[in-house]
């Protein structure tokens, strides 16, 4: 299984243009991740069977073995693992195929001091194959140092992707050319413990400086939300860690004393279950709102790492967040309880305004043209759009949509939609059904102007680029990055070609 689930555009110039090598893990860094349990699937407290546990009475912890051996699996490394005896066999199978054995016996075949190519003098430079063989390689060593220098005018897109059960996040790098033909590579990738299901980027200088160059990502079958650092490559673990899992216990069924499960004890404020939608607040840098199946909506101090806020306003999973481009102390949050809800971090308490969708949320935005609307798209393949003004009158009437489309297809959910930060009322929504349209949302009177197919299977990530807003970067379930230049569409072009910075 080849998927992108979630995918960020990284501003121009914010990545070093050559990544630092990662420093090996200490050895009390280790020791804290195996002491952790973080590689510990279960996130519950129930067996298999859904009975009922209790804890024993002396508290027993996992054994060291069993951390040891969880650790082990999730970087690869398990003894008994099918992977690993063909890894083991493979490095013997090349060391018999060198004989290491009788490496310094001399070949009978081959005389030390031989006529032929295998002389060591040659009349000149230009006959010595072997000069002229570093000549050609230093060429290369140029052309891959000039391929792993990301410029200043590079467009850089951060994907978080799983493919075989190994899931990790591709750095990919997007140079546009004169020629009019762009090139687009991956330049490094980080492995991630867990399945991502979201991302955001933030750039909270978290390791000192003016600024910094990290994503957060949230995964399916964990409450921790991972920071990366994307100017660090070969990273083995995140530089900050939000929530997660404190220790595992060993507890046992009440109606029986000899089997025993594991029951995680959750560090203070964390998330209890997947972690299904991230927000990073560009005015206050440190700040980043998650969503969880937990029912929980919550705000953390990245800086310090610590949850600041949880809010308990849904009855089910909360899918997605949005901060509020003018008035960035409000936050929008959408359910699979079919409701959107609108608060301010300043008074989590109060009870904010909630609007009913009637159909479960998959995707929020705010309009980045304005304080005062967002859309929000549907399970049913619906999206609407609000105006929040309306609820601040204080009838339940005028919370009606200000439209609705039926944008895609109806038993295929609108995954992801994305406003175009140059071009006001465009915005593009994506869909399990496979396609990617823009819609012109003017007068509150949504018009289609193009549909496209970028066989990228069901879509489940989409975003317009702010540096270059014409240009939407795809991910979906066949796992290939696509970058649509939509100006190439002559609808768009014709409607929006002046918009083009």
């Known amino acids: 299984m080849i998927m992108i689930t979630a995918l960020s555009w990284i501003p121009k110039g914010s990545l070093k243009a050559v990544p630092d090598a990662a420093e090996p893990p200490s050895k009390e860094e280790i020791k804290e991740l195996i002491e952790s349990g973080a590689f510990v699937g279960s996130v519950d407290g129930s067996n298999e069977d859904g009975e009922d546990i209790e804890e024993e009475e002396d508290g027993d912890q996992i054994s060291e073995v069993d951390r040891a051996k969880a650790v082990a699996e999730a970087f690869g490394k398990s003894s008994n693992s099918k992977s690993s005896s063909m890894e083991v066999d493979e490095v013997a199978a090349a060391m018999k195929e060198l004989d290491m054995d009788n490496y310094d016996e001399e070949d009978d075949g081959i005389e030390l001091f031989s006529s032929g190519l295998g002389d060591l003098y040659y009349p000149s430079n230009e006959l010595d194959p072997y000069l002229k063989d570093a000549a050609d390689d230093d060429d290369d060593d140029e052309e891959d140092i000039d391929d792993t220098t990301i410029k200043p005018t590079d467009s850089v897109i951060i994907c978080a992707r799983n493919e075989d059960e190994v899931s990790h996040l591709e750095v990919y790098v997007y140079e546009e050319s004169s020629n009019g033909s762009p090139n687009m590579y991956v330049h490094h990738h980080i492995v991630i413990p867990e399945f991502p299901l979201c991302t955001a980027w ?73 972690v299904l939608g991230l927000a990073w607040n560009k005015e206050f840098r440190n700040i980043l709102a998650s969503a969880s199946a937990d029912r929980k909506v919550k705000v953390w101090d990245v800086a310090t790492g610590q949850c600041k806020i949880t809010m308990e306003h849904h009855t089910k999973e909360v899918q997605a967040v949005a901060w509020n481009h003018y008035a960035p102390e409000v936050l929008l949050s959408g359910s699979f309880d079919q409701t959107v809800v609108l608060k301010d971090g300043r008074q989590p308490s109060h009870s904010g305004f909630k609007w009913s969708v009637m159909s ?74 496979k396609t990617v349209k823009l819609w012109d949302l003017s007068n509150n009177e949504p018009s289609c102007i193009t549909s496209h197919k970028p066989k990228a299977g069901a879509v489940f990530s989409i975003s317009f680029s702010a540096d270059n807003p014409f240009l939407l970067a795809i991910g979906g379930s066949k796992g290939e990055l696509h970058v649509w230049d939509t100006l190439l569409d002559a609808n768009v072009a014709r409607k929006y070609g002046k918009n083009q910075s």
Not at 206 to 217: M, R, S, T
Not at 225 to 239: H, Q
Not at 405 to 419: E, L, N, P, R, W
């Open 202 to 274: 933030i750039d909270c200088p978290l390791k000192g400086g003016d600024k910094g160059n990290f994503v957060a990502i949230g995964s399916k079958d964990s409450p921790t939300i991972e920071i990366w650092d994307l100017d660090v490559r070969d990273e083995v673990l995140p530089c900050v860690q939000l929530g997660g899992i404190e220790e595992m216990k060993i507890i046992k069924k009440k109606k029986s004393k000899k089997e025993k499960i594991r029951k995680p004890i959750y560090k203070e404020g964390s998330h209890t279950d997947s």
């Open 360 to 433: 479960d949320v998959e995707s929020l935005a705010w309009n980045p043209h304005n304080d005062h609307s967002f859309v929000v798209s549907l399970e049913d393949g619906t999206v609407k759009g609000f105006d929040i003004r309306a609820a601040q009158s204080g009838s339940d009437s005028d919370l009606k949509p200000s439209f609705t489309i039926q944008a895609h297809d109806q038993d295929k959910g609108v995954s992801s939609i994305s406003y175009n930060t140059s071009a006001p009322n465009l915005l593009a929504t994506g869909s399990m059904d």
